[in-house]
């Protein structure tokens, strides 16, 4: 377990926080609904149990919580194309604004040194404020499109089945382990 600054600690996510894991998911995502970027299905959407479960058992899911209570934040993780690729990160808007994404991002870091693994990767929307501009104050630059591996252009053809992806981007953040 790591601690973090405002006496929140991250630890691997556990099956018994997946329900507050989804109430995390929905509220943050209700940040969106002003920008007009998600349907309102996708903002009635979340990531699924199955896909939670599946992560925890891979070390993929960690949590963000107050010491000794609930998850306040959470962020999924997989390996892609030889990259750590940050599949979602939420926060629940009752402890935003605290630097718990960025404590989170930074902890993804530990862990992709940890795999030794020299990139870490996401998708992100490109003009919202806690996205694009959020990630590039954490290091993260913007992948030219010419330069997207075949696995981000699967992913975003799936991801453009429900959202507009030219307002999106991929973006890398290099992790020096060596």
Excluded at 23 to 52: R, S, Y
């Amino acid at each position: 377990m790591q601690q973090t600054r405002f006496d929140y600690d991250i630890a691997p996510a556990l099956r018994e926080d997946i329900g507050r894991l989804i109430e995390v998911d929905l509220a943050a995502g209700q940040l969106f609904a002003p920008t007009g970027l998600l349907t309102n299905d996708a903002l009635q959407d979340h990531v699924p149990e199955a896909v939670m479960l599946q992560a925890i058992e891979a070390g993929d899911l960690l949590k963000i919580s107050t010491q000794g209570g609930a998850p306040a934040g959470f962020a999924l993780i997989s390996q892609r194309g030889g990259t750590l690729y940050l599949d979602q990160i939420s926060v629940h808007p009752d402890h935003g604004r605290r630097g718990l994404g960025g404590d989170l991002v930074r902890h993804v870091f530990q862990i992709a040194k940890q795999r030794r693994l020299k990139q870490v990767t996401l998708s992100t929307f490109r003009d919202v404020p806690w996205n694009a501009p959020f990630y590039g104050k954490l290091g993260f630059r913007e992948i030219p499109r010419k330069d997207m591996a075949d696995w981000m252009l699967e992913l975003e053809k799936i991801q453009a089945e429900s959202l507009d992806v030219s307002q999106r981007c991929f973006m890398v953040r290099k992790i020096g382990w060596l």
